[in-house]
């Protein structure tokens, strides 16, 4: 019997694991992988995104109240997933704005990649899943994610570095997850357009900018057939998800229809395999880099 392969997901906030690769974690996870989220922040400094739950007694323990939506959500999603204990950096109203003292964006490299260095050895994924170096959108946590995923991917499996915090392990491959991309929205708003939709893409994608890809879209994973459990797991963060809002504009037949997909960017591989892929795994055995006896 083979070991089961294991995926490693990264993420800022509770919430973003259900909007960025949620179908591609449903899929594996029934597939028989392993799946951990990693959680850096508590989401502590988020505001209430859905109104119908703008109510002070859930601002006042907003904290408690997204543990508990997130606890949901990976219990839909099937995944394991941990805390790493950082809070919230919050998303600045201007350039100028400080960040809170303390918060995650402001810790240094080293110590922002310390947990997950740990939760790496001791998880020990074959891939990890973040997001690209401008963190996806331009929240200083997002940012400060990718950073923490690279150093943890280039440093878990050195034994000279970050001593005490488990035994060398080294993930065999690290993806941007690309979910935002303008190829995928224009398909969409051509889509609910021709068919009488009313989309809301369109100022969107007037605004993005005619240029090629920073991160071209090497993997596209097909999971069109776990968007429901996707959405459900985004409906669990009711603070932050509001179910008349963004997320389920496009109706969800139309997008299994259209890019039934969840894309990513292949940044760093330690083994062949062969662009474009459809699977997170690809070149991967995991009987092979399984270590011979524990
Ligand atoms: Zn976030």
């Known amino acids: ?41 508590g989401g502590e400094r988020g505001s209430v995104l859905n109104p119908k739950m703008d109510r002070p007694e859930i601002v006042a323990n907003i904290g408690e109240v997204r543990r508990a939506e997130m606890a949901r959500a990976r219990e839909i999603l099937g995944v394991e997933q941990r805390f790493l204990g950082f809070v919230d950096s919050g998303l600045p109203e201007s350039e100028e704005e400080e960040l809170p003292e303390g918060c995650f964006a402001l810790h240094k490299l080293e110590d922002a990649a310390a947990p997950l260095v740990a939760a790496v050895r001791e998880f020990r994924p074959h891939v990890i899943i973040t997001y690209d170096d401008d963190g996806g959108y331009p929240h200083p946590d997002h940012i400060m994610t990718n950073k923490v995923s690279v150093e943890a ?13 488990g035994d060398p392990w080294q993930p065999l491959k690290l993806y941007y997850q690309m979910g935002f991309t303008k190829e995928r929205f224009e398909a969409l708003h051509e889509a609910m357009t021709e068919r009488g939709l009313g989309s809301p893409y369109s100022d969107w994608i007037a605004r993005w900018e005619d240029r090629p890809a920073k991160w ?63 699977d997170l795994f690809a070149g991967i055995h995991a009987d092979e880099v399984e270590p011979a006896c524990h």
């Open 1 to 41: 019997m083979s070991a089961p392969l294991r995926l490693m997901a990264v993420h800022a906030h509770p919430d973003d694991e259900s909007s960025k690769g949620a179908a591609t974690m449903a899929r594996y996870v029934r597939e028989g992988a392993e799946v951990l989220v990693c959680t850096l922040t």
């Open 153 to 165: 991917f280039e440093a878990a499996g050195d034994p000279d570095r970050y001593p005490g915090a």
């Open 216 to 278: 071209p879209v090497t993997t596209r994973v097909p999971c069109g057939d776990y968007f429901e459990i996707r959405d459900e797991a985004l409906l669990a963060h009711a603070t932050q998800v509001d179910p008349d809002g963004f997320w389920f504009v496009c109706p969800r037949e139309l997008q299994q229809e259209i890019w039934p997909t969840e894309d990513y960017h292949l940044a760093r591989s330690l083994v062949d395999t062969e662009l474009p892929e459809d």
